[in-house]
């Protein structure tokens, strides 16, 4: 069964508490997108936000900031469980995973689809999860793009044992594709689709079952 993990991102209070209601009460965790309008012209509510938002589910940040480590104290604070730095804004990896780890958190890297993949085999031992966006970053309801799938293969070349994360454009059909790539230790950051549907359960359901 595949790891399906809804994705919200949200510009003001009322969507975020919304999105995360539509999916609270049966996804096992959701990625909330943490932009800061830096990174790229967008602005998303900020972690602190969960301090005053009922949820049964793990939270993890998926990080698109200026300097993520410096967003580990607040992820902690509002309760996170894990957290995904994109490597684009980053001044030092090592310093990045070695304290989202002191803080307890599940630890990753984000790449965008531009991004170049060599020097992953300095850190891919170092943590649970690369994250490799098949969209452009700051907006849900884009079209995959199939040039993940082969940086997809050159990740699982370099580790069988991380989990790889795959952000965007995700329906059924590339599901499968990525599955088909990297194998097992795979997860799936879904946002619209599962969002603005009618049953947003039965797409959830949906997509755990592709094979």
Known sequence: MNIIVPTVLAKDITKFENDLAKVDKFAGKVQMDVIDGKFIPVETVMPEVLLTTETTTEIEAHL???EPIEWIERCVAAGMTGV??????MTNKNDFIAKAEEAGLRTGLGFQLETSLVGLEEWVSLV????LMSVPVGAQGQVFDNRVVDRIKKVRELSSSVTIMIDGGLDEKNIKKCIEAGGEKMEFAVGSD???A??????????????
């Open 198 to 211: 009618d049953n947003p359960e039965e797409v959830y359901r949906k997509l755990e079952n592709v094979e």
């Open 84 to 89: 995904y730095g994109q490597v684009e804004s």
């Open 64 to 66: 698109m900031v200026e």
């Open 128 to 131: 649970d999860s690369v994250l």
């Open 194 to 196: 599962i969002l603005e």
